[in-house]
């Protein structure tokens, strides 16, 4: 079994959101700031190696925001990614934040950008027991349904290299039952995203 150690977060925000008026739905207001600012706040306190937020549709004004706030363009363990073909779907970014992060990892941990309630306490929880384990991929399940983030060791680099659309690993996990750990969670943020305006009623 090769090391899973170390880690990489790629947080998966190119989307266009088309479903939002005036966005991106990356910088909606919520009570702590910017959506986006969330799952960036989290994977750095989490004990992730390293962060790649991959950015696409509205870049700049996406980073316009961040730069807002300047200590993520401080932090040495956040790099932010440009992804030119997010009209390609999720896997365009799948894609671009595995090139980013190339051999230097021996797994990577995907991250919503649209999943503001995941915190670092359920992120260094799959870690370790990810790493304790002899599967290769890694989710959190909340009420026997299986939601993100997701984990997925250089044993599947090579095929996440190569998905197409807008599934992201989706398929990969599906195709391989045996190698998947599953996390229990009483908690559903990682079965909850924000895909219309009422999906913000808890948060704003």
């Known amino acids: 079994m090769t090391t899973k150690k170390p880690t990489a977060g790629i947080i998966l925000a190119a989307g266009m959101s088309e479903r939002f008026q005036g966005g991106p739905k ?36 996406i980073l316009k925001a961040l730069a807002e706030n300047i200590k993520y363009f401080k932090n040495d ?3 932010i990614i440009i992804n030119r073909q997010y009209r390609q779907g999720m896997s365009s970014s799948v894609r671009a934040g595995l090139a980013s992060a190339g051999n230097s990892f021996g797994s990577v941990m995907f991250l919503l950008g649209d999943q503001p309630m995941i915190d670092s306490m359920l992120i260094d929880l799959m870690l370790k027991r990810f790493y304790k384990s002899d599967k290769n991929i890694c989710v959190p399940v909340y ?47 990682c079965v909850y995203n924000i895909n219309t305006m009422d999906d913000l009623e808890e948060l704003i």
């Open 26 to 61: 990356q910088l909606l207001r919520l009570k702590r700031g910017y959506m986006i600012e969330y799952v960036i706040r989290a994977s750095l306190d989490s004990k992730l190696n390293k962060i790649f937020l991959v950015i696409g549709h509205r870049h700049n004004k």
């Open 77 to 79: 363990r956040l790099e």
């Open 143 to 189: 009420k026997e349904k299986r939601g993100n983030p997701t984990i997925f060791s250089r044993e599947h680099f090579n095929l996440l290299q190569r998905v197409k659309g807008d599934s992201g690993g989706r398929r990969i996990i599906l195709a391989n039952p045996d190698d998947i750990l599953k996390i229990d969670t009483d908690s559903p943020a």
